[in-house]
């Protein structure tokens, strides 16, 4: 039962262009939303995350934008840089509970020079 | 200066066997939690401790018990080693009332043969 689905397993962009990696949720007691990013043989390191009374948070060249009628949240990466190559994990806490992340299974980004 | 140590990175073990993993913090972060990731890339969490209290267990196995000595240090230990526990063991900690933002360890991949 995955509450947290990323659909697309990898992403292929030219560097310079937007890469735009989307993830949908199913669990409504979500309401804090972050995206990971691992290099390989490293652990996940936070890049960014929102609130559920956001719909939008900007940090540099990284957007992530939430629509909670829909479930779904999507980050986007402006202009994407060949380091930006890694896999990118979103995952979701409730912080009325436990705070423990929930993980979906991850898109490999590649950024093409 | 790592925020999040643990050790070993590699462990290679037979089955049967009792292993241990040591993880710490030095972030002054009042929550340590427990990661696997699977063969099929799914990080799920294991643990979690607040300030040495056992507050999340995922239905995971008895034969995996964390032990926390002190708030800046979470060890995994496990009995009587499966194929089936061959995995990436990620450590974490997070302040509370962060939504669950967590730092990451390194991982340790523990291979059972």
């Known amino acids: 039962d995955q509450q947290v689905k990323q659909n697309s397993p990898s992403l292929s962009v030219q560097e310079g262009r937007i890469s735009i990696l989307n993830c949908d949720y199913t669990?409504?007691?979500?309401?804090?939303f972050l995206w990971y990013k691992k290099y390989p043989a490293e652990g996940p390191t936070f890049l960014i995350s929102?609130?559920?009374?956001?719909d939008k948070n900007e940090d540099g060249r990284f957007t992530v934008f939430l629509n909670k009628s829909a479930k779904h949240l999507s980050l986007h990466i402006v202009p994407s840089q060949p380091g930006d190559s890694a896999v990118y994990f979103c995952?979701?806490?409730?912080?009325?509970?436990?705070?423990?992340?929930?993980f979906g299974k991850g898109t490999k980004l590649t950024v093409n020079p | 200066d790592t925020a999040v140590s643990q050790t070993p990175k590699y462990l290679v073990t037979q089955m049967g066997n009792d292993k241990s993993i040591k993880c710490e913090q030095n972030?002054?972060?009042?929550?340590m939690y427990w990661y696997k990731q699977d063969s099929k890339k799914f990080l799920k969490i294991m643990f979690s401790?607040?300030?040495?209290?056992?507050?999340i267990n995922e239905t995971v196995p008895n034969r995996f018990s964390p032990k926390s000595p002190d708030k800046a240090h979470l060890n995994l230990h496990i009995n009587s080693l499966e194929l089936g526990d061959s995995a990436v063991y990620f450590c974490?900690?997070?302040?509370?009332?962060?939504?669950?933002?967590?730092?990451f360890g390194q991982g340790t991949r523990l291979t059972v043969v």
């Open positions: 974490a900690s997070s302040q509370v009332g962060r939504g669950g933002e967590a730092f």
């Open positions: 669990n409504s007691m979500f309401d804090y």
């Open positions: 929102i609130s559920s009374i956001k």
């Open positions: 995952a979701a806490s409730a912080q009325g509970g436990s705070e423990k992340l929930v």
């Open positions: 972030l002054g972060h009042d929550t």
């Open positions: 401790y607040n300030n040495k209290e056992l507050i």
